[in-house]
C-alpha cells in the first residue's frame, strides 16, 4: 500500500485487531507511524512488537529511534542496548550498532561511539554509506 498511508494504517489497525499477539502487524504499523513522525505512537507500537518478539533487534532498533525525539535518552540508550544483545539471525539489523553509536555521539562518549560507529561500519553490507559518514566526523572530533 506505497503511497496509500491512510489505507495501509486502517489496514494494519485491523490486522492488529484481530491477531493482537502477532508482532509483525504491530511492527509495520510502527514503521508507518515512525514515516509519519508520529513518535508517540510508533513507541507504542515498537514496544508491543518487543514485548511479542523480543529477539528482533529490528523493533529495539525503532523504538530507539522514536524515544530519542520524545527526550527519552536513557531509555533509548537502554533499548539499542537490549537490542544489541539479540541482535543476529534472519532479523539481523546492521544499523543498531549506527544508530547506538550515533546516540552516543550526540552525548559526547566519542570513545564509546567509536566502538559502535566502527562495528556498524565493519558489519553493513556493501553500498551502505552513512555509518562511513559518521565515522569519518567523528574521527575529526577526537
Not at 532479523?91 to 555521539?105: I, K, Q
Request: charged fraction near 25%; include cysteine; proline fraction near 7%.
Amino acid at each position: 500500500m506505497r503511497g496509500e498511508p491512510v489505507a495501509a494504517r486502517k489496514s494494519l489497525e485491523e490486522a492488529c485487531r484481530i491477531a493482537p499477539n502477532n508482532p509483525e502487524p504491530h511492527f509495520q504499523l510502527g514503521i508507518l507511524f515512525d514515516n509519519s513522525k508520529l513518535n508517540r505512537e510508533a513507541v507504542e507500537q515498537f514496544r508491543i512488537s518487543v514485548a511479542l518478539r523480543p529477539s528482533d533487534p529490528r523493533a529495539y532498533d525503532y523504538l530507539g529511534l522514536n524515544l530519542e525525539p520524545l527526550g527519552e535518552i536513557r531509555e533509548a540508550a537502554m533499548i539499542y542496548k537490549g537490542g544489541l544483545l539479540v541482535n543476529k539471525g534472519p532479523l539481523f539489523d546492521y544499523f543498531l550498532d549506527y544508530n547506538y553509536g550515533r546516540l552516543l555521539l550526540k552525548g559526547r562518549r566519542l570513545q564509546e561511539s567509536k566502538v559502535h560507529l566502527d562495528r556498524a561500519v565493519s558489519l553493513a553490507p556493501m553500498g551502505l554509506t552513512m555509518p562511513l559518514r559518521w565515522r569519518k566526523r567523528m574521527w575529526e572530533w577526537l
